[in-house]
């Protein structure tokens, strides 16, 4: 999180109608997750699922090769971490057919605060606009997408005018 701290905010210049259609996830959604083995360690409050992880919320499907969950001591769910070769994230929102698609090495998703955080070679596509760079984060409610510069490789970003129908 602390490289989120020298991210450019990157505001998405939208029609109108594509910024009504993202709606906050709720948090009291169910989440289920299949996979080839799974652990929970009671201790620590944290559940660890490996092998063609599929976890779906709602109408949000997120695939990896490894996924742990964590709660915290009231048994909140904290934080949800993917790793996969990529893992990938399909949001579906309400009256849009094109999904969010998200990829990246590690994907982090924190549902009270409504973030995904993608992290190692991370995309992040919805209808042509397309993001790109060695970390994204995604701020759910609020459509923001925020992208940092490391090392020497910086974020791009292709976004492509929408013609209004009339």
Known sequence: MLHLKRSLI???ILSPQVLAITPRLDRDTPIQIQ???ASFEQLNQQ?????NVIMTQGAHVLHADKLTV????KGELTVIKAFGGPATFTGNFADDPQPV?????IIYYYPDKQLIVLEGMATLDHHQDKFKGPMLSYQIDKQIVSASKQ????PTITIHPRVSKK
């Open 10 to 12: 990157l505001l998405l």
């Open 47 to 51: 559940a660890t699922h490996e092998g």
């Open 101 to 105: 698609y998200a990829t990246a090495k």
């Open 151 to 154: 090392s020497n490789e910086r």
């Open 35 to 37: 996979s080839d083995k």
């Open 70 to 73: 964590k709660k915290d001591a």
